[in-house]
């Protein structure tokens, strides 16, 4: 568990409230120190004469009448401790700073306690606080006083909590405001990163934010370029390639049949070119302007595989369980589907086994294509994914490449992903997945 958050938000408000914390501590002592604690000196050092002014009526060791009289002029009462307890000295608490200074300023120890049952029956009327010495233990003298019981909540504390409220959520706006162009920054590169192109960001924010975006939105109108650059390029160059391959295909038809051979051998070799030529003009596209549709993967699987049912050698085994729909691209998925089916086919074995099922705990939708034949070497498995690399000798040929190239990129622009293993027995195994967006 991280104590300290990550993103630049998190710690900011977290600094702040740190920060209000300390302010907060420091003012507490401060007010106890320089406003509550004289106020409590002051109330004991009332407590204290008042102690003084019984003790110089000598009311502790008089009669009932003299302390009748003095409680009708000053509403103190000296009592016994028989009759304290009736009028609530049991309930009430013994506080020791109180104790300590009264006995300081009467020069004799006391014990100072605090009552609350005229409270429980009356919030306005006063408290009374109970004070015995060493010297008369079985007396009690009962003070009533007031303001000790204005509010629960102090406007001191009141004050110190709207402050604090209005600190974390002036501080909590002002991170959220530097912080948005982030997360829409954020987002937008994640969608460069899949070979889109989103609409220039707004610039908003501090200086330094709206330079970042300007910047980013300068890259991205470059990529964009760049892209449909590339694609003019690769679209003319294979349009120029072709032309001459029909030349050639025309007048390799014209071989006399005796020369059936060498015409086979050209045809071959244009077909192979004409492949190639497609790979470069896929990968060139990203095939982001197709429309996702809400679309059974399963579907496209048997779609797919009852198309290859025409190749008499080539056989399909389908293990399809129930998986949810998922927002695709259908020719694009399509694209990827069928270039894993031909490869597992050309370089694999005539016999493979797809496989779907879902994960509810990752939410994710997986699907498998395994063939049976002699696999990649483990240290090759990722690099063939790169442009143009090609796995062993024993799975290559004259293609360009491109293909899985391909396949990693439109599994990608659907945020999923796609690895090769080899299986444990024989075999390899294709396996990418696609995230359920809910």
């Avoid at 406007?155 to 829409?184: D, E, H, K, N």
């Avoid at 679309?295 to 050698?313: G, V, Y």
């Avoid at 020719?331 to 496989?355: L, P, Q, T």
Wanted: net charge negative; aromatic share 8%.
């Amino acid at each position: 568990m991280r104590l300290v958050p990550q993103s630049a938000f998190g710690q900011t408000v977290m600094l702040i409230g740190v920060l209000l914390l300390i302010n907060q501590v420091v003012s507490y002592l401060s007010v106890t120190y320089y406003f509550i604690q004289p106020s409590y000196q002051q109330i004991n050092s009332l407590l204290a004469t008042q102690v003084k002014s019984v003790l110089a009526e000598d009311l502790l060791v008089s009669n009932d009448d003299s302390r009748a009289r003095y409680y009708d002029k000053t509403d103190i009462q000296i009592l016994d401790a028989s009759k304290a307890r009736t009028k609530g000295l049991e309930s009430a608490v013994y506080y020791g700073f109180m104790s300590s200074q009264v006995s300081k300023q009467i020069e004799q120890l006391a014990d100072v306690r605090i009552s609350t049952v005229s409270q429980k029956t009356d919030a306005s009327a006063p408290y009374t606080v109970w004070i015995s010495l060493s010297r008369y233990p079985d007396t009690w003298i009962a003070i009533p006083i007031t303001g000790l019981n204005e509010a629960n909540i102090s406007p001191l504390t009141m004050y110190l909590m709207v402050i604090g409220i209005l600190s974390v959520a002036g501080g909590w706006l002002f991170v959220r405001r530097m912080t948005m162009p982030l997360s829409s920054l954020q987002k937008a590169a994640l969608a460069v990163g899949k070979g889109e192109h989103p609409a220039p960001l707004k610039e908003q924010g501090s200086t330094e934010m709206i330079q970042v975006t300007r910047a980013f939105n300068r890259m991205n109108q470059g990529i964009k370029q760049l892209e449909h650059d590339r694609t003019l390029m690769t679209a003319g160059i294979s349009h120029d390639l072709r032309t001459p391959l029909t030349r050639i295909r025309l007048a390799s038809e014209m071989l006399p049949e005796s020369q059936n051979w060498i015409k086979d051998g050209i045809v071959n070799d244009i077909e192979d070119m004409n492949a190639i030529i497609d790979q470069f003009i896929d990968y060139a596209r990203y095939d982001t302007e197709e429309i996702k549709e809400n679309t059974d993967l399963n579907s496209l699987i048997i779609e797919l595989a009852q198309a290859r049912h025409i190749e008499e050698k080539h056989h399909i085994a389908l293990k399809l369980n129930d998986i949810p729909l998922l927002d695709l691209r259908r020719v694009a998925m399509k694209r990827v589907i069928d270039n894993i089916i031909e490869n597992a086919f050309r370089y694999g074995s005539d016999n493979i086994v797809i496989s779907t099922f879902y994960n509810r705990n990752e939410k994710r939708v997986y699907c498998k294509i395994r063939d049976f034949g002699p696999g990649i070497p483990a240290a090759e498995l990722e690099h063939v994914f790169m442009p143009f690399a090609q796995g062993d000798k024993a799975r290559s040929t004259s293609g360009s490449g491109l293909g899985l190239s391909i396949i990693r990129r439109i599994v990608e622009a659907h945020d999923g992903g796609v690895e090769l293993r080899n299986h444990p027995q024989q075999g390899l195994i294709a396996e990418f997945y696609l995230p359920l967006h809910e």
